[in-house]
C-alpha cells in the first residue's frame, strides 16, 4: 500500500516569513495530492490540492509543488501569519482506489 | 449548511463498555470514512463506506464495526472499548473518490479508561 513521509513533524517561524513542508509517498501511481490544515480542536479542511498532470498549483499565499520523478510533493506558505499556525496534514491517493493516506502531520507555529 | 456532524464531542467510556459514535452528513455524498487521530501518528482509516449498504475495513479495523444503511449516516461502534481506543474520532465524506474533497467532522475525544 502507499505510504506518506512528511517531514518536519514541527516549524517555527517568525511572521512574515515562508514555511516549507515536505512529504514524500511510495506508490508511483498516486495521482492525487491534497493538503489539509487542521485547527486546535476542529477536522481537518483541505486548503489546496494538486494532481499528477500538473506540477504547481497556487493560490494566493499558499503554493504545492509536485515532482512525480522523484515522488515528493511540498507546501509552500509565504508571508506567514500567526492565524496560519496549525498542524499541516499531506495525503496521496490513486484514484483506482477508495482511501487517502495521509502523512503523521506538522505543527506549524508563526510567531508574531 | 451543516456539512458533516459527529456525536457526541467527548466521551468517558471504561473498559468493556460499548457505544456509538455517530456520523451524519447532508451533502449526499456516497463516500464515507472513519479515521482515528493519535497524538504523533497522523490520521488512520479505520472503516470506508462507497455507497449505502457497502463498507470496507481501513487500515486499523480491529475493535469497531460500522454500517451504512442510509447514505446520509455512519455510525462506528465499539464493542468491546479498549484503553488502546482512547483517541480522537473523526468521521469524513466526499462526492465520488478520493480525488476530491473530503469534508471533516469536528471529531470526537474518546478516552476509555
Known amino acids: 500500500g502507499e505510504n506518506v513521509e512528511q517531514h518536519p513533524s514541527t516549524l517555527s517561524v517568525q511572521e512574515g516569513d515562508s514555511a516549507v513542508i515536505k512529504c514524500t509517498y511510495s506508490?508511483?501511481?498516486?495521482?492525487?495530492f491534497p493538503w489539509y490544515k487542521q485547527e486546535l480542536g476542529k477536522g481537518p479542511q483541505l486548503i489546496i490540492d494538486?494532481?499528477?498532470?500538473?506540477g504547481e498549483k497556487k493560490d494566493q499565499r499558499i503554493a504545492v509543488t509536485l515532482n512525480k520523478t522523484a515522488k515528493h510533493f511540498s507546501l509552500h506558505i509565504t508571508e506567514t501569519q500567526p492565524e496560519d499556525s496549525a498542524v499541516y496534514f499531506c495525503?496521496?491517493?490513486?484514484?483506482?482506489?477508495?482511501?487517502?493516506?495521509f502523512g503523521k502531520g506538522t505543527m506549524l507555529l508563526v510567531s508574531p | 449548511n451543516a456539512g458533516v456532524t459527529q456525536t457526541p464531542k467527548f466521551r468517558i467510556l471504561k473498559i468493556g463498555q460499548s457505544m456509538t459514535l455517530q456520523c451524519t452528513q447532508d451533502?449526499?455524498?456516497?463516500?464515507m470514512y472513519w479515521y482515528r487521530q493519535d497524538p504523533g501518528m497522523g490520521l488512520k482509516l479505520i472503516y470506508y463506506?462507497?455507497?449505502?449498504?457497502?463498507?470496507d475495513k481501513g487500515e486499523v479495523p480491529n475493535g469497531y464495526n460500522v454500517s451504512r444503511s442510509t447514505t446520509e449516516d455512519f455510525p462506528l461502534r465499539l464493542e468491546l472499548a479498549a484503553p488502546s481506543q482512547t483517541s480522537v474520532y473523526f468521521c469524513?465524506?466526499?462526492?465520488?473518490?478520493?480525488?476530491?474533497?473530503?469534508?471533516f467532522g469536528q471529531g470526537t475525544r474518546l478516552t476509555v479508561v
Open positions: 494538486i494532481r499528477s498532470n500538473v
Open positions: 506508490d508511483s501511481a498516486s495521482n492525487y
Open positions: 463506506s462507497v455507497g449505502a449498504g457497502i463498507t
Open positions: 495525503a496521496a491517493s490513486n484514484s483506482g482506489y477508495s482511501t487517502l493516506t
Open positions: 451533502m449526499n455524498h456516497n463516500y
Open positions: 469524513a465524506s466526499s462526492a465520488r473518490q478520493t480525488n476530491t474533497e473530503a469534508f
